[in-house]
């Protein structure tokens, strides 16, 4: 008989995670716009790091790169809107598809050819310097002058994707929710448990019969099309993109650094790791300016990451819920019974 893989029936972390969810939608309704517009981006990059996290975390292929895919997402959106007037909705549709296609070529090719590991992770570097170089000098998706959306205004126009800073911050935190639950979906299914199986020990997994060229290519190209929808987002939220912002080194590395700060392969890891080092990453900037340190903001993240991996090497996420088990009260408090009355 097949063993059929089932989730928990225990309630409490979706319990937990409304909690967090609800909590996030009063800050939108209550906070100010500038600490809604960081809070903007740290949603934006826990769906950006939950697509990285489900790539490696869960399906064990290293990306360096993903900016690649991000890029690809924006453009789709940008040059769709700015040059043509089309809905964003269809700019996200295509940049899902092109990203996604992308990743499955990188993937079939690198893959085929028995280059994997480090190897791949350094072949998404190169894709994405080449995308990057390529999109500089193109200038029909603007090179280095960049794509600029029309200004924002208050008015909210729900198919065109346009609103104010209040407005993106629930697109944001819905895209935050979406990528929790669907990691936590994929994480609780048999695609989960095959991929982790091939995370795990691939050798293994392929003897067992688990197709792993098929399945290590359905990741990546997963993966890359979630970045992409994140991508076209994150577009919209900044109101221009340019190739060295928007595809270069730097997005990448903001875009792992949430996963492996709050715990790789976790389902809550990528937002307690953006919380901790988005906030982070502006504090240190404004303080790099201020002092004429530049990169201050760099060595921070060094420092950070220096930090996780000796004291917490799977992240703070876990740390959390073990010190939670640790501190939970007794279910029953037993008191000194009163001694019966002698007759």
């Known amino acids: 008989m097949q063993k059929r ?33 960081l809070m903007t981006i740290v949603l934006l990059f826990t769906f950006l ?20 895919f991000v890029g ?15 809905s964003p909705w269809i700019g996200l549709l295509l940049g899902m598809f092109l990203a996604g296609s ?24 190169a894709a994405a310097e080449f995308a990057r170089i390529m999109f500089s000098g193109w200038e029909f998706v603007g090179a280095m002058q960049g794509l600029f959306f029309a200004a924002p205004t208050n008015a909210i126009e729900f198919s065109m994707l346009r ?14 929710a979406l990528g929790i639950v669907g990691t936590e979906l994929i994480s609780r299914s048999y695609l989960g448990y095959v991929w982790r199986a091939m995370r795990d020990d691939e050798q293994a997994a392929r003897a067992l019969g688990v197709r792993t060229f098929r399945h290590k290519i359905l990741v990546i190209a997963i993966s890359a099309a979630t970045a992409a929808v ?26 792992l650094i949430g996963p492996v700060v709050g715990g790789l392969g976790t389902t809550f890891g990528p937002l307690v790791g953006s919380l901790a080092a988005i906030p982070l990453n502006h504090l240190m900037s404004a303080l790099g300016d201020s002092l004429r340190i530049p990169g201050l903001n760099n060595i921070a993240y060094g420092v950070v990451l220096v930090l ?16 939670c088990k640790a501190i939970q009260l007794p279910s029953r408090v037993w008191l000194p019974q009163p001694r019966k009355a002698e007759e």
């Open 102 to 125: 992308v990743g499955a070529m990188l993937a079939w090719l690198s893959f085929r050819f028995e280059v994997r590991g480090i190897y791949f992770a350094l072949l998404t570097i």
């Open 5 to 37: 893989f089932e989730g928990s029936a225990d309630i409490k972390p979706w319990l937990a995670g409304a909690m967090v969810f609800v909590t996030l939608t009063l800050v939108g309704a209550l906070a100010n716009p500038y600490f809604i517009s």
């Open 230 to 255: 994140g991508g076209g987002i994150l577009a919209l939220v900044q109101g221009s993109i340019f190739p060295d912002s928007i595809m270069g080194m730097g997005l990448s590395v903001d875009v």
């Open 163 to 176: 609103g104010d800073a209040r407005f993106y911050y629930f697109v944001a935190l819905a895209l935050a």
């Open 308 to 323: 996780v991996v000796w004291f917490l090497p799977d992240g703070i996420w876990p740390a959390m819920v073990r010190l």
């Open 49 to 68: 790091g939950q697509s990285w996290n489900l790539m490696l975390g869960i399906g064990g292929q290293l990306s360096i790169g993903h900016a690649l």
């Open 72 to 86: 690809l997402g924006a453009y789709s959106v940008a040059v769709l809107d700015v040059k043509y007037g089309i």
